[in-house]
């Protein structure tokens, strides 16, 4: 266990054993369009991924996938949509963004719609200029 939150049963945990129906359960409340996957390649190739739990439910989520060297990449930072606004999704980024620190990470990177800018810029990210491309979208 790497923390809690001050006067509830939240905790958070570096790594710890998920299932996929945990993680299927969790990405299926809190995001509109997500579809059952697997995740354990996922895991095993990140460089960290914290979980929050309140007793045994997993309710917060997030990852670090990492290129062997000084970057990171933030993704799908969840927190179930019953335990938003306590501040527990800025504590899974902090929890990540400190164990990227302890292991030598030098740049996080991370990419987001517009209207959440908020939660990024209370958790340290600074706007920057950045490039992406949608393997899938045919139109492109
Ligand atoms: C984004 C998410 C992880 C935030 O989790 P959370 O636990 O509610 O966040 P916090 O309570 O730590 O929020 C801290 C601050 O960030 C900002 N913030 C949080 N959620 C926000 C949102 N949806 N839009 C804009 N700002 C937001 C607010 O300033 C908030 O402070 P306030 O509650 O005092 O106003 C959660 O809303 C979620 O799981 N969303 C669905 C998945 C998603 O879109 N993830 C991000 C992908 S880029």
Same mark, same amino acid.
């Given at each position: 266990?790497?923390?809690?939150?001050?006067? %509830?049963?939240? @905790? /958070?945990?570096?790594n710890?054993?998920?299932? *996929? #129906?945990?993680?299927? %359960?969790?990405?299926?409340?809190?995001?509109?369009? +997500?579809?059952?996957?697997? /995740?354990?390649?996922?895991?095993?190739r990140?460089? =960290?991924? =914290?979980?929050?739990f #309140?007793? *045994?439910?997993l309710?917060?989520?997030?990852?670090?996938?990492? *290129?062997?060297?000084? +970057?990171?990449?933030?993704?799908?930072?969840?927190?179930?949509?019953?335990? @938003?606004?306590?501040? !527990?999704?800025?504590?899974? =980024?902090? +929890?990540?963004?400190e164990?990227?620190?302890?292991?030598? =990470?030098?740049? !996080?990177?991370v990419?987001f719609?517009?209207? $959440?800018?908020?939660?990024?810029?209370k958790?340290?990210? @600074?706007? %920057?200029?950045?490039?992406? $491309? +949608?393997? @899938? *979208?045919?139109?492109?």
């Amino acid at each position: 266990m790497v923390g809690t939150m001050a006067g %509830t049963h939240i @905790r /958070f945990e570096f790594n710890p054993s998920l299932t *996929d #129906d945990a993680l299927n %359960t969790l990405f299926g409340d809190s995001w509109p369009d +997500h579809e059952p996957c697997e /995740f354990t390649d996922v895991l095993r190739r990140s460089l =960290v991924y =914290v979980g929050a739990f #309140d007793r *045994d439910q997993l309710i917060g989520f997030v990852y670090l996938a990492w *290129d062997g060297g000084v +970057h990171a990449f933030l993704l799908d930072p969840t927190v179930h949509p019953k335990y @938003r606004r306590q501040g !527990i999704g800025l504590e899974l =980024v902090r +929890h990540a963004i400190e164990l990227a620190r302890a292991r030598g =990470v030098e740049w !996080i990177h991370v990419d987001f719609a517009a209207e $959440i800018q908020p939660f990024y810029e209370k958790a340290g990210f @600074r706007p %920057t200029l950045a490039g992406l $491309i +949608h393997l @899938r *979208d045919r139109s492109l």
